[in-house]
């Protein structure tokens, strides 16, 4: 029985540092990234919306919005705030599928328009990140909404 209880007790502190390490690990980036987003979330042209979500655009389609339920057939870039490109092409997915941030400001479109897109963690990867993405990222969006299909 004691043997258990000494098991599970390195185990729960084996956790809780494991946890403690990660954030320390990015704890610089997460400040960096809520310092850069506190400095940008008001830059000229762009709105931002009660979630935080930021955006501008640079050119308003005439084709019809999407909805929760569209498809959508996108040409995009992401950008950390760094600059770092990490991820751009052509996406044919289901709004429903894509991150809040997507969910939120791509029906803010029509058709054939080109936005810009500030999007605080809270509304991408959050804490956990994604693939290169590291946690706590601000995503920088260039997106060209070609078409949805509802």
Same mark, same amino acid.
């Given at each position: 029985?004691?043997?258990?209880?000494?098991?599970?007790?390195?185990?729960?502190?084996?956790?809780?540092?494991?946890?403690?390490?990660?954030?320390?690990? *990015?704890?610089?980036?997460?400040?960096?990234?809520?310092? %850069?987003? &506190?400095?940008?979330?008001?830059?000229? /042209?762009?709105? @931002?919306?009660?979630?935080?979500?930021?955006?501008?655009?640079?050119?308003?389609?005439?084709?019809?919005?999407?909805?929760?339920?569209?498809?959508?057939?996108?040409?995009?870039?992401?950008?950390?705030?760094?600059?770092?490109?990490?991820?751009?092409?052509?996406? *044919?997915?289901?709004?429903?599928?894509?991150?809040?941030? %997507?969910? &939120?400001?791509?029906?803010?479109?029509? /058709?054939?328009? @080109?936005?810009?897109?500030?999007?605080?963690?809270?509304?991408?990867?959050?804490?956990?990140?994604?693939?290169?993405?590291?946690?706590?990222?601000?995503?920088?969006?260039?997106?060209?909404?070609?078409?949805?299909?509802?």
């Amino acid at each position: 029985m004691i043997s258990k209880l000494k098991f599970l007790l390195v185990a729960i502190v084996g956790i809780v540092v494991l946890s403690a390490c990660q954030e320390d690990e *990015y704890g610089d980036w997460k400040t960096l990234n809520l310092r %850069w987003y &506190e400095q940008h979330k008001d830059d000229p /042209g762009f709105v @931002r919306t009660e979630s935080g979500l930021c955006y501008r655009i640079i050119h308003q389609g005439y084709l019809r919005n999407p909805n929760a339920n569209s498809r959508i057939y996108v040409d995009y870039t992401g950008r950390l705030i760094d600059g770092t490109r990490f991820d751009s092409g052509k996406y *044919y997915p289901y709004l429903a599928e894509t991150i809040a941030g %997507w969910q &939120e400001g791509i029906p803010l479109m029509k /058709g054939g328009a @080109r936005f810009q897109f500030y999007i605080p963690a809270a509304l991408g990867y959050g804490e956990d990140g994604q693939g290169t993405i590291p946690p706590h990222s601000v995503l920088i969006f260039d997106i060209t909404l070609i078409e949805s299909f509802n």
